[in-house]
C-alpha cells in the first residue's frame, strides 16, 4: 500500500520543549514538503527537499528545522525559537520539485503547545 | 496585490445545483494549476489540475483556465452534500508553488 505516514496524529507539549514530526513516504518520491495551517488558513510552506541530504527553506523556517538523511523520510523539529507552534502541520511528497507534478498530503499532526 | 485569491466564503449552494469556485493569480509565468478539496480536520486531496488554456472535465468537476485573465475556476455539478468542504486553489508559478487561502464550500440539503 504505497502512501505517505504522519506521525503521531495529535502531539501535546510544554512551551521551551523542541519536537520532531515524523514525516515517511513509500511512494519513491523525490521531493518533500513541510507545510503549517493555521485555523481558517491556507498553506504555508515550511521547508522542501528536493534529493537527499538537501533542503530548502520555504517561506516561514523560522523555528523549524528539517532533515533528509532518506529518501523516504522527512522529519520536521519545532524548535523552542517558534514563537506560535500550535497547528496543523502537513507533509507532502511528489514525483519531483518543479511543481509540475500533484502533490500527495500525508494525514498531518495537529499539535498544541501550552 | 495577492499573489492567489480566492473568496474566502462561506459559499452555500442547494443541492443538485452548481457550485462554481474561483481563484485569480499575479504570476502570469504560472504554468500548472490545481484543485484540492479538504474536509474539516483532514489534509487536502487533489481534485482536478490543469495546465492549457480552456476547460477539463472529470466527472462532476470542470477545471476552467484563463491565462490572459489570470483565473482559474473549478465548476461542480449536481452538488452533492459530501462535496461540503473547503477547496484550495495550488499554482506553480515561475519560481514557486502558491497557495489560495481556500474557499468553504456548504451544499444545502
Known amino acids: 500500500d504505497g502512501g505517505i505516514t504522519q506521525s503521531p496524529k495529535y502531539l501535546f507539549r510544554k512551551e521551551g520543549q523542541n519536537v520532531t514530526l515524523s514525516c515517511e513516504q513509500n511512494?519513491?518520491?523525490?521531493?518533500m514538503y513541510w507545510y503549517r495551517q493555521d485555523p481558517g488558513q491556507g498553506l504555508r510552506l515550511i521547508y522542501y527537499s528536493q534529493i537527499v541530504n538537501d533542503f530548502q527553506k520555504g517561506d516561514i523556517a523560522e523555528g523549524y528545522s528539517v532533515s533528509r538523511e532518506k529518501k523516504e523520510s522527512f522529519p520536521l523539529t519545532v524548535t523552542s525559537a517558534q514563537k506560535n507552534p500550535t497547528a496543523f502541520y502537513l507533509c507532502?511528497?511528489?514525483?519531483?520539485?518543479?511543481?509540475?507534478?500533484?502533490?500527495?498530503f500525508g494525514p498531518g499532526t495537529r499539535l498544541t503547545v501550552t | 496585490q495577492k499573489e492567489v485569491e480566492q473568496n474566502s466564503g462561506p459559499l452555500s449552494v442547494p443541492e443538485g445545483a452548481i457550485a462554481s469556485l474561483n481563484c485569480t493569480y499575479s504570476?502570469?509565468?504560472?504554468?500548472?494549476f490545481f484543485w484540492y478539496r479538504q474536509y474539516s480536520g483532514k489534509s487536502p486531496e487533489l481534485i482536478m489540475f490543469i495546465y492549457s488554456n480552456g476547460d477539463k472535465e472529470d466527472g462532476r468537476f470542470t477545471a476552467q483556465l484563463n491565462k490572459a485573465s489570470q483565473y482559474v475556476s473549478l465548476l461542480i455539478r449536481d452538488s452533492q452534500p459530501s462535496d461540503s468542504a473547503t477547496y484550495l486553489c495550488i499554482i506553480q508559478g515561475a519560481q514557486k508553488l502558491v497557495f489560495g487561502q481556500g474557499t468553504r464550500l456548504t451544499i444545502n440539503p
Open positions: 511512494l519513491n518520491h523525490d521531493a
Open positions: 504570476d502570469r509565468g504560472s504554468q500548472s
Open positions: 507532502a511528497s511528489s514525483i519531483a520539485g518543479a511543481g509540475s507534478y500533484e502533490q500527495y
